[in-house]
């Protein structure tokens, strides 16, 4: 089973719109959690890091929260622009040995 | 800003071949990986090495080598291309292995026919 859960798979929404993307995760111990964005043929690009101690983060129109305890994270865009369609990949560090858990993503598409 | 650059971002192979694929990081970051992307299946690891010369079997490493003579480079050999390996490949860097960012190269898409 994999680790790291993300939901919905994929979303379409209109610009100007908000969404909420979800990562649920099993990793244990936990270290941090990524969340990168990838656009169509490119690689993975870093948004924001949580770690254990910080329950919101954000970068711009983008808008992280970690809730340690019941080991959810949630990616907030608000005000969606066509720049953001893209896959949002959630990316768990395990405590100790530095693995790395990755969800499947998102796949944000954001119409005008 | 750290760059990383795949050589390749398109290859088509023919099952059998021997395919090269490299990544070099202009940062002197200790830590380099290669990843595969499939739909539906996310990133999964291959390889991984923490310093030159030295490599580390990641979550799938059947049928892949990895060669890393310099700090700056990583090379992804396939040493007989098969049509299961018709994927996209991501090489990444990071300075610390325990918090690090990774930084992605923009990826190599492999065919083999």
């Known amino acids: 089973k994999n680790q790291v859960e993300q939901s919905p798979q994929s979303l379409i929404i209109l610009e100007g719109k908000n969404c909420t993307l979800q990562c649920n995760y099993t990793v244990s111990p936990f270290s941090n959690l990524r969340w990168y964005k990838q656009d169509t043929g490119r690689g993975p690009v870093s948004l924001t890091i949580?770690?254990?101690?910080?329950n919101t983060k954000s970068n711009g129109r983008y808008t992280a929260t970690l809730d340690a305890d019941t080991k959810q994270s949630s990616l907030h865009i608000t005000a969606s622009q066509l720049s953001d369609s893209a896959s949002y990949i959630c990316?768990?560090?395990?405590?100790?040995?530095?693995?790395?858990?990755f969800g499947k993503g998102n796949q944000v598409v954001v119409i005008p | 800003d750290v760059k990383v650059t795949q050589s390749s971002r398109y290859l088509v192979k023919r099952t059998g071949e021997k395919v090269f694929l490299e990544c070099v990081q202009d940062m002197d970051h200790e830590n380099m990986f290669w990843y595969r992307q499939d739909p539906g299946l996310g990133l999964r690891l291959i390889y991984f090495?923490?310093?030159?010369?030295?490599?580390e079997k990641g979550d799938i490493p059947e049928g892949y080598s990895v060669s890393r003579e310099k700090k700056e480079r990583f090379s992804l050999i396939l040493e007989s291309a098969s049509t299961n390996q018709t994927s996209m490949y991501l090489c990444?860097?990071?300075?610390?292995?325990?918090?690090?960012?990774?930084?992605f190269g923009e990826g190599s898409r492999l065919t083999v026919l």
């Open positions: 990444a860097s990071t300075l610390t292995a325990n918090t690090g960012e990774l930084f």
């Open positions: 090495s923490y310093d030159v010369k030295m490599k």
């Open positions: 949580m770690t254990f101690s910080e």
């Open positions: 990316v768990v560090r395990f405590y100790g040995n530095n693995r790395l858990a």
